[in-house]
């Protein structure tokens, strides 16, 4: 629960950011260009968590996101975020939907009722497996959005950077 709140927070801080309809401006491989890098992590120009995938090898936090999105995600979203009948394709959902919508729904969960049929998104704020991949489940899902990562497991990834090995230590508890 209090991970939950937290990770709610976080997503309130970055909400002034995004725009008043929760939705940016289709994503591109150009607008979510890595500018920098900090722990082996990619940002984009605004600072948001994005992508690195050059002849054919995916960054860490891409790869770990591709695992961790199968491992929780699929079950309802489909493979490679393609969606199911149950669960729309993230891979067209992460087109518009900026980096702390994806946290508030991820981390709060989501009811759409429309057309007799009532759709809900679980709530994971709770879920270790869930929030402390968050970045990387996004990186991920921005990835196969913007088209930059095809179906399938990455053939080849960047070696995990001693950053991700502390931040997931500190947050799994280990």
Not at 26 to 55: C, F, H, R, W
Not at 101 to 119: D, H, P, Q
């Amino acid at each position: 629960m209090i991970v939950r709140i937290a990770v709610s927070a976080l997503a309130l801080v970055l909400l002034p950011v995004a725009s008043p309809t929760l939705a940016r401006a289709e994503d591109s491989m150009e607008k979510a260009k890595a500018v920098k890098q900090e722990g082996g992590k990619y940002l984009d120009a605004d600072g948001n968590p994005t992508y690195k995938i050059e002849n054919g090898t995916v960054d860490w936090y891409t790869f770990s996101g591709y695992r961790r999105y199968h491992s929780d995600c699929h079950v309802c979203h489909g493979q490679d975020a393609t969606g199911s009948s149950y669960a729309p394709a993230l891979a067209n959902s992460l087109k518009t939907m900026d980096y702390a919508t994806f946290l508030s729904i991820v981390a709060e969960g989501r009811k759409n009722v429309g057309g007799g049929k009532e759709n809900v998104m679980p709530a994971f704020g709770d879920n270790k497996n869930v929030y402390c991949y968050l970045d990387d489940l996004y990186v991920y899902l921005r990835a196969r959005a913007d088209g930059a990562a095809p179906r399938g497991r990455p053939p080849k990834h960047e070696n995990k950077a001693q950053a991700a090995k502390d931040a997931e230590a500190s947050c799994m508890g280990g």
